[in-house]
Structure formats: C-alpha cells, structure tokens
C-alpha cells in the first residue's frame, strides 16, 4: 500500500522502503518506536480545531519534527503513528517531508506505519489496538508526538534489557529528569504534580500518585505494601520526560484492563497499586543531565519555547535548521532566517524571526518567536509571545506574552493582554483593547467546529471572530477521584493561575499513614512536618534532602515573585486573585506557616523599598510604606491572616523579625534607610492593627532582631517608635490605675 493512501476503519496504513537482504529473520531485533499523536486533551484549544497539536508550530517547527528526530537519533527502526483527530492531516505532512516521508531516500527509518482507530477515545484504545495487531515484536520505545528532547538512549535500554535479562516480569522503564537547580524552564512548570515512590536502591517504581491545587485531600497516603521496602524516596521534583521503554507484555496490561485511560493517572497508578496480583516490575531512570519534556499543555509550550532561546535543547534549536530550507542563523541573541528585515529605530532582542518577516520602524519586540511572512508595523510592541506564520501586526499594537495563529490581524494601536490567544484568521478591530479578565481565546470556531458568530463587542466593528468556549460537558480531565474539580483547567491556559478557582486550605502533608480526616491546626500541622522531615531523612534513607530543600526555595522565588508583581500591577486594584495563587503555592509545595511568612514579609519589603526608588516615585518611607500596604484592596487582610497568621505575641514578633531581615538583604538599600522604612513599616502596620504593640515590643527584646551589625543598625531606627508604644502603654496603665 503506498505511503500516500489513506487507511480506512481500523486498518493500519504501512509503508516500507525495499528490505534488504535478510530482513525478515533481523527484524526481531530493530528498535521500534510508538508515537501518540493524538492525547484526547482540549488544552490546546482553540488551536487545535483546526490542526493537530502535533503539528502546531514551536519556534516555528512542527511539534512532530523534534519527537521523530529524536527517535532517529537514538537508531530507531520502525514507527507507528498512531492519529486520532486530524489523522489526514498528520499523514499528509508525514507523506510530504522531504525527511520523512518513507518514499524519501532521506528518510532514517526503515519504516513508518500510520494506524487509525475510528472509535478511539483514549490513549487506551490506542494501545489496546495496537496489542490486537501483533505488530510490536521485542521492546519499543513509547512517546507522545510532543516530546522535546536530547536524552541519549542506548544506556538506558542496555539497563532496561539487562532488568528484562534478570526478570522477566521487568516491563516497562520510564524516564524521569530530576528538576535539582535546573535552569529549565520546563523545570518549573506548576498544575499537576507527579509523585513518585521509587527505591533508590535498584530504581523499581512502587507506586505513583498526581497531586494539584483542586483537590480535597492534601496528601498522599502510602500503600501498605511501600513499607515492606528497606528504603523508598517519595519524589515531587521529577520531570515526566512522557518516554517509556516497554515490553508487549505492558500492551497485554492495557488490554486486560479496558478502563484504563491515561498512561500514568490510570495505568501506571493501577500496575502498581495491583503488583502483587499481576506481578510486573516498573523502573525508573532518573537522570541528572540532558533534556526531555513534553509540550502537553501551552504552559509547557511556552517554557519548551523558552528553554530554546536559552540553548538548553541543543540540538534542537533555530539554527539547526531542522525542517528542509530553514536557513536561521544565530547572532547577538537573535535567530534570524533569510529575508527577515528590522528597520532602523526598530529593538529586537532575544527573539526569533522567520523568513521574510518585517519588523517596521520604532518596534520593539523581546522573548518572542515571529513566524514567516509576518507583518510588523510601526511601534509596535511584543514581549513574550509567539506570532504564526502570515499574521499581522499593526502600527501601534501591543501583544504581551499571548499567542497570534496564522492568518491573523491585530488592527492598529490594539491592546492585546497576557495569556490571549487569538486562533487562525481572526481580526482585531483597530482601536481595540481586549479586556484581561476573562483571558480572551478568540476564535472563528465553535468548540463543535462550527463557524462562530462575530462578536462585535469583543473584537471590533471591523473585526472576525467570538469568544472560544468550552463544551459544558467537557471530559479533559486527568483525575477521576470523585468530588475532585478538574485540574486540567489548571493547564487549560497560557498563563498559570488560580485565580477564580476555589482551593480549599485544608492542611497538606506529603506522608499520609493514617485514615483521619481531621484538619490539623497550624501547632500541630509545623510538628507533623518537622516529624515527617526526620522520619523521611532517617528511617527512609532518603538522599534528597537537598531537592526538598530546593523546592522550599523554588517557592520563596515564586511566590515573592507573584506577590510583587501583584502589588506592581496598575491594571487590578485587587488582592484576592494573587492570594489565591499564593495559597496554591503553598499546597503544591508543603509550606510552612514560616516559609510564608518570609516570602509575604519579602513582597511588601521589596515593593515598599521600590517605591522610594526615584523611578517608582521616590516617596518618602512613611509614604512608600502606606502605599505598599494599603494600595492593594484585600492586602492588609492577607498579611494579617497568611502573613502573621494569628493573634498570638510571639506570631507579630516573628513577622516583625522578618520584615527587618528582608530589608537587610534588599540590594542597593543602606542600613540606615532600611531602618527607616522598617520603622514606618511597623508604624502602618500598628495602626492598621494588623500588629499589636505587645508583639513589637516583643520583637524589639529579641536577641535575634541584634544578631550582626546590619540588624542592629536597621533596628536602631525603630527606637522612637518602640519608646512611644512603652510610653503609651504607661499611659494606659496610669489611666486604668486612676480610674480604679
């Protein structure tokens, strides 16, 4: 069957380059690989109405062109495709490659087989398919048509195959990358937290949990059967490459089991969980080096995008020319291809342009990837963003870290906000500025794919195009525990955030060995992390004490990061939507009632000490201190409720002892201004009675507030403030003692 004919129903379409000699009796031993090209989400909508995510453009490459290079490089043999939505789509664009096409003489594999299943709804009637077919005959290597990577394989199947050797019940071997200090963008990508309990010993995977945000319980309880282990490591700092090495026998395991799904919330969760009645063996390599990650959601498209420009999937970036008459070459920062033209008084830096594209006069554009053809104008400014093929910028627009898809029109002096995404053909009316919230996704779609009704209002009386809705009956969901909200609308968006979602406080704790569902006060919820830090460190023999502590301080960075840009922001007088983002923060990352108390006293340090600052205002302490408190409606609430956290003398002294110490460590700020504005800090937070005089008197008898030389200089300058409160609560009791 040619390599161009369309299969029918189920049927796999085949094709095959002319076998050599001998090629029937060696073809037990090529390496063979499954693509998913097909992941049955809706995260990338509206996008993928009309084109397969596999096929959507990152850095102006097809997805699919990174995963088969992948696999090429790593001497695989034979590929099945698997297609679900837009399968011609898929096949024509595979026919048509001068790569890889399989009638290419330039085509690395020895085969490549397209196979459709016409009722699929899951990845699991893909695989369940594909163990009907018998087409696999040794191991193969499992991936989505999404995956970025530059892991070198062939040390990782030598260790699977001698597992396999030692064991036969040895089956599968996922692998993870360990997040550590990694720079990766990839690395800090947040929603759906995977938890891995593997033994460190020999790599086994014993059990596997997904936490987020949305759901009730905030913990993970541990089978019985992990404690049977002298050693196991619960690992939360891992990146899911989504590339699996398996056996068939992991194929006879999806078809004994029709409800499984999802490869990992479904079937690795369940393999483990019933070990002891199927008896298979799952391993980990958790590697330290090189780079994998998926582009299953458009947070992660985002950062795979970014970590490019950065150089940290190298090979795989611009100027390796991946697709045939890419001519991108590297200089200064930018990736330019031939016939890309900035003009003069124009600023483009650390972007992507594609051939042909134009950027017109007094633009700026910064971290941005620009398709061929495009069409900038005058003053026009991009930061963040990703501009497709043909799409065009008028003079004067402004689209900030949004998605543009081909074809599209950002009429002139428009304004488009963070997190937009504009699907193909639609039209912005000139003058237009879309509205923040809710983040605009304009399409000229349904979600049946039926052509959408224009809403002037949104886009403009010139423009094309409505807002892009989801289906009520929307199934993209990633957990099944009942009562649970979706946490796919976590990953549903370009910009993560909570904002508008209900996340419960509850208590969350990464050990869970007992079946109480009492909530655990804030005393005790500190004791149980202590206990379960020593206990992980101690009786569990863990090595990773260093990636926890990592974590802890990948969320002081994040969340100090959110909250000042929170106080920054000029376009939302409202607190609630970053504490929501910050309480998910917390849950996602364990935090202690100390952990937030230093990030929020950080915040409102770094925005008050910005505010003195001559290009912010150069306001005087006490103005700066008022403004960084009290601008924001909700602000004083939170710092009361998260930041102090209680009613309790030694809990003001604490937050107190914070403040001072985030002053001190504020670059380009002296000690003596750092006093000042501690004390004005104090004084507003006094008077806005979010702390009493007894906690900052407190704070001002504590050795710790005099440690070295720059807290003791920073205090010095609260002396007035504390020798008032003294006085007038000398007064107070003279008034008491009269009265009586």
């Not at 664009?93 to 085509?107: F, G, K, M, Q, V």
């Not at 987020?212 to 490591?233: A, I, M, R, T």
């Not at 050795?703 to 008032?724: F, G, H, P, Q």
Request: aromatic letters at 6%; hydrophobic letters at 35%; charged letters at 30%.
């Amino acid at each position: 069957m040619s390599g161009k004919q369309a299969s029918k129903g189920g049927a796999a379409n085949k094709s095959k380059k002319p076998a050599k000699g001998g090629a029937e009796e060696k073809r037990e031993d090529a390496l063979q690989a499954v693509i998913l090209a097909d992941s049955f989400q809706d995260r990338f909508q509206p996008f993928a109405l009309e084109k397969p995510r596999c096929l959507l453009p990152l850095v102006n490459v097809p997805v699919i062109e990174y995963t088969l290079e992948y696999l090429a490089s790593n001497g695989v043999q034979e590929v099945f495709i698997y297609c679900g939505a837009h399968s011609e789509d898929v096949e024509t664009y595979i026919n048509d490659s001068d790569r890889w096409s399989p009638e290419s003489n330039l085509c690395p594999f020895s085969s490549v087989d397209f196979i459709r299943v016409s009722d699929a709804s899951s990845i699991g009637d893909f695989l369940r398919d594909l163990d009907k077919r018998s087409l696999i005959s040794g191991d193969f290597i499992l991936v989505h048509g999404d995956v970025v990577a530059n892991i070198p394989l062939d040390g990782i199947l030598a260790r699977h195959r001698a597992r396999r050797e030692a064991n036969r019940d040895a089956c599968m071997t996922i692998v993870l990358r360990s997040s550590g200090n990694s720079p990766h963008r990839a690395a800090k990508a947040r929603g759906i937290t995977p938890v891995f309990v593997v033994d460190p010993t020999n790599g086994r995977c014993l059990q596997y949990e997904e936490m987020h945000p949305l759901q009730k319980d905030k913990y993970v309880k541990l089978d019985d059967s992990v404690f049977e282990y002298g050693e196991f490591e619960m690992r939360t700092d891992l990146i899911d490459c989504g590339i699996d090495i398996c056996t068939p026998d992991v194929l006879a395991l999806w078809s004994e089991s029709f409800d499984y799904e999802l490869p990992r919330k479904n079937f690795l969760h369940g393999v483990l969980k019933d070990w002891e009645l199927n008896g298979k063996i799952i391993s980990a390599e958790i590697l330290e080096e090189g780079y994998g990650a998926r582009a299953s959601n458009l947070q992660m498209y985002d950062c795979i995008s970014k970590d490019m420009l950065h150089r940290w999937t190298l090979p795989y970036v611009p100027d390796s020319n991946l697709l045939h008459g890419q001519t991108y070459k590297y200089k200064r920062g930018l990736w330019l291809e031939d016939g890309a033209h900035i003009a003069k008084n124009s600023t483009v830096t650390e972007s992507v342009l594609g051939k042909t594209a134009y950027v017109d006069t007094g633009s700026t554009i910064s971290n941005s990837v620009i398709g061929r053809r495009c069409q900038i104008g005058k003053n026009v400014r991009i930061e963040n963003s990703y501009i497709w093929d043909d799409a065009v910028i008028e003079d004067g627009a402004t689209v900030l870290h949004s998605i543009i898809a081909n074809d599209a029109v950002i009429g002139k002096h428009s304004y488009i906000p963070e997190g937009s995404l504009i699907s193909y053909g639609v039209r912005i009316s000139a003058g237009t500025e879309l509205p923040s919230k809710p983040v605009p996704r304009i399409s000229l779609l349904t979600s049946e794919g039926e052509p959408a009704k224009t809403d002037c209002k949104l886009v403009g009386n010139d423009g094309k195009g409505a807002l892009y809705e989801e289906p009520e009956d929307d199934e993209d969901s990633d957990s099944e525990d009942e009562g649970d909200a979706d946490p796919a609308v976590l990953q549903s968006s370009l910009i993560y955030s909570l904002a508008g979602l209900n996340i419960s406080r509850e208590s969350i704790s990464t050990l869970a060995t007992h079946d109480s569902d009492e909530e655990l006060s804030d005393d005790e919820y500190e004791q149980f992390q202590v206990k379960a830090n020593r206990e992980r460190l101690s009786s569990f023999a863990s090595d990773d004490s260093a990636a926890a502590a990592r974590a802890l301080d990948q969320f002081h960075g994040d969340a100090v990061h959110g909250l000042v840009d929170a106080l920054r922001a000029d376009d939302n007088d409202d607190f609630d939507s970053a504490k929501l983002e910050f309480m998910g923060l917390r849950l996602a990352n364990n935090a202690s009632d100390s952990m937030m108390r230093k990030a929020v006293s950080v915040a409102f340090a770094t925005r008050a000490a910005e505010l003195m600052n001559p290009e912010n205002g150069g306001l005087e302490p006490t103005k700066a201190a008022g403004r960084a408190l009290t601008s924001k409606k909700g602000a004083v609430k939170f710092i009361t409720e998260v930041g102090v956290g209680g009613n309790k003398v030694d809990l003001h002294a604490e937050f107190a002892l914070a403040l001072q110490k985030a002053l001190a460590t504020i670059k380009g700020l002296d000690s003596v201004r750092a006093g000042t504005l501690l004390a004005a800090l104090l004084q507003q937070l006094y008077n806005l009675d979010v702390l009493e005089e007894e906690g900052i008197l407190a704070w001002w008898m504590d050795a710790r507030a005099a440690e070295n030389d720059t807290l003791s200089k920073i205090k010095e300058k609260s002396r007035v403030l504390v020798e008032w409160l003294e006085n007038a609560d000398e007064e107070d009791s003279d008034e008491d003692e009269d009265s009586d």
